[in-house]
């Protein structure tokens, strides 16, 4: 993955206001269009916790917000 605490902070830049999970979303959101994550890779809270140097709440809020979107 590319420098993820990079693409953080060009979204708060963007939103400084957006919540962490919404920020963790998009990126996930992208590395699925992308191919960054294989096709029918399961993600692992504890993974992406430690990726994004954040709180596995925040993690589970991001993956619901990809089922709900149906990623």
Do not use: N
Not at 24 to 34: A, E, F, P
Not at 39 to 60: M, Q, V
């Amino acid at each position: 993955m590319c420098d993820d605490q990079g693409l953080i902070a060009r979204y708060q830049q963007e939103d400084p206001f957006a919540p962490m999970h919404k920020i963790v979303y998009k990126i996930l959101r992208d590395d699925i269009i992308s191919c960054r994550l294989a096709p029918g890779e399961k993600l692992k809270e504890e993974d992406h916790a430690a990726r994004f140097g954040i709180s596995r709440t925040t993690i589970r809020h991001a993956f619901e917000a990809l089922l709900y979107e149906d990623w």
